[in-house]
């Protein structure tokens, strides 16, 4: 095997012209990135054994090279030798970020969701290897297989502060070596928009003198509100609403004099 990755080992053979003698392969081969075990032979003249390139490496240029310390039986010394080249890549690769351009996702928004890797990945696909919550995430793609981008929408009506993008571990890079689980930073998706649960008045039939209560409770606590632009409540004026406890209103109706209207409603 000349293309070693993670796992790989390969087995090196030596064939000599004839028999040799002083031969040993822990003294008189070298075979750089990796370990070579002891070689062992039947008839001294092939010779055999196990290369284990070392771990976390990437060196595309490595031969394996026999000095000139050995001999025949005859005491004559052999010349040295070198075999072809062989590359070891044991170096997993690795997630360097996890990114989303907007971590506060409200209806109508959308986020990039982006992906770089420490060097060019193979069997990626998005659709099988990255998982986002309460969303979806379109195919992500790229233009050199280390930065992966693609637009992630939030699932409408919905209100989840706590979600990651998850990568799972079922890609590798371009030699076969499988690289490590990555999440992204938390994301929050808040697509359920707010509602009026309740509007009621504490007196439904005002007569001279009298004023009444209006209350709204919303459904979550709410932003940008104000009484005087967003509610109407006709025969009458409604006084500036205030917070009364969380997403509760509260407003003092007064209707106006001289007035006999029967079907009214605050809007």
Not at 44 to 54: A, L, M, Q, V
Not at 78 to 85: E, I
Not at 224 to 242: E, H, I, Q, R, Y
Not at 243 to 265: A, M
Request: hydrophobic letters at 30%; charged letters at 15%; glycine letters at 8%.
């Amino acid at each position: 095997d000349t293309a070693l990755k993670s796992g790989d080992t390969s087995t090196l053979t030596l064939v000599f012209s004839e028999a040799v003698t002083l031969f040993s392969s822990d003294d008189d081969v070298s075979c750089p990135q990796g370990s070579l075990a002891t070689m062992t032979s039947s008839d001294s003249i092939t010779w055999t054994g196990t290369f284990t390139p070392t771990a976390n490496t990437e060196d595309s240029s490595n031969t394996c090279t026999v000095a000139t310390s050995y001999t025949d039986t005859a005491g004559n010394a052999g010349g040295a030798a070198t075999s072809a080249n062989y590359a070891v890549e044991t170096q997993a690769p690795s997630i360097s970020s996890i990114t989303n351009s907007d971590t506060a996702l409200k209806t109508g928004d959308t986020s990039t969701l982006t992906i770089i890797f420490s060097e060019a990945v193979a069997a990626f696909a998005s659709d099988d290897d990255v998982t986002c919550p309460a969303g979806t995430l379109g195919t992500m793609s790229s233009g050199n297989s280390i930065t992966w981008t693609g637009t992630f929408t939030p699932t409408a009506d919905t209100e989840d502060g706590t979600n990651t993008c998850d990568v799972a571990t079922s890609y590798t890079d371009t030699a076969g070596n499988a690289g490590p689980a990555g999440s992204s930073a938390n994301y929050a998706v808040e697509t359920l928009a707010p509602e009026a649960d309740s509007i009621t008045m504490s007196d439904t039939a005002l007569k001279a003198g009298e004023t009444a209560t209006l209350t709204i409770v919303f459904s979550e606590t709410v932003a940008s509100f104000a009484s005087n632009d967003d509610v109407s409540c006709p025969t009458g004026s409604l006084g500036v609403m205030s917070i009364s406890s969380g997403s509760t209103w509260t407003g003092t109706f007064t209707p106006t004099d001289d007035t006999d209207d029967s079907s009214n409603v605050c809007t």
